[in-house]
Structures are given as structure tokens and as C-alpha cells.
């Protein structure tokens, strides 16, 4: 069994799969997935799993370059905001980009996959772009 705390098979594949410049888009229930992009669907029911503990397992196992929230966030001030400023600060992140929520969208049509969760907070999505360890 794995000792890192990512357990999911489709997941965990797909990190091991990406290479630099790649995208994971990680989503509430709400976002739209794109046609062609896979979907992982994580999402059990309102809240479960939430946009932060996913988001914190995929790093957890993710080199992470550089990412892209929607502008809107800001605006909107969820709950999850505090914790991504955390992880930004931290270095976890890399360099930030902020798009309008439909830009994002846009973007999000070159993502590897959509990682759909739980969350019911607005506009709590995320573009993570692959980094490398060397």
C-alpha cells in the first residue's frame, strides 16, 4: 500500500502521468468539464470531499510551477480563499495568475483532467500547472 496520503487509483495515475507544463484543473461540483477532457470525479454529496483536502492531497504528491484561480474568488472572499493565500505564501504554489471565471473556463480546455469535488463554496477552482523536481 502506498505511504503518501493520495489513495485514489485514477488520480494517483494521473500526477505520475504529467509532465512540465502540464494542467489539473481541480473544481467544485459546480464547474463545467470540457468535452474531451477526462473527469475524475471525487464528488459524494454537498461539501464531501471539500476543494481545500483535495487540494492539499494533490500537492501533497504534485510539483506545482505555477497556478490560475478566477478573479472572481476575490471577490467572493469563500472560506477556501485563506487557505490558498496560506499555500501561496508557503511557496506550495508557485506563481499565481488570475483570470476572469470564463477565461478560466477557456483554460480549462487544456487541462490533462478535471477533478471534480464536493465543494459548494463559489469559484473555488483551481489550475494547477506541473513543475518538475530537478
Known amino acids: ?6 489513495l485514489n487509483v485514477a488520480l494517483s495515475r494521473l500526477i505520475a502521468s504529467l509532465g512540465h507544463g502540464d494542467m489539473l484543473v481541480i473544481g467544485d461540483a ?7 477532457v ?3 470525479d471525487l464528488a459524494l454529496t454537498h461539501g464531501v470531499p471539500d476543494f481545500i483536502s483535495t487540494l492539499k492531497v494533490v500537492l501533497s504528491e504534485m510539483q506545482v510551477e505555477s497556478h490560475v484561480l478566477a478573479q472572481e474568488i476575490l471577490e467572493k472572499q469563500p472560506t477556501a480563499l485563506a487557505t490558498l493565500d496560506e499555500l501561496d ?4 504554489l508557485g506563481r499565481r495568475e488570475l483570470l476572469s471565471h470564463d477565461q478560466f473556463k477557456v483554460l480549462s480546455r487544456q487541462a490533462r483532467a478535471v477533478v471534480r469535488t464536493g465543494e459548494c463554496q463559489p469559484y473555488c477552482n483551481i489550475v494547477l500547472i506541473a513543475g518538475v523536481t530537478f
Open 38 to 40: 477526462e473527469l475524475i
Open 89 to 92: 505564501a508557503a511557496g506550495e
Open 1 to 6: 500500500m502506498k505511504k503518501t496520503p493520495l
Open 30 to 36: 459546480g464547474l463545467p468539464v470540457p468535452a474531451g
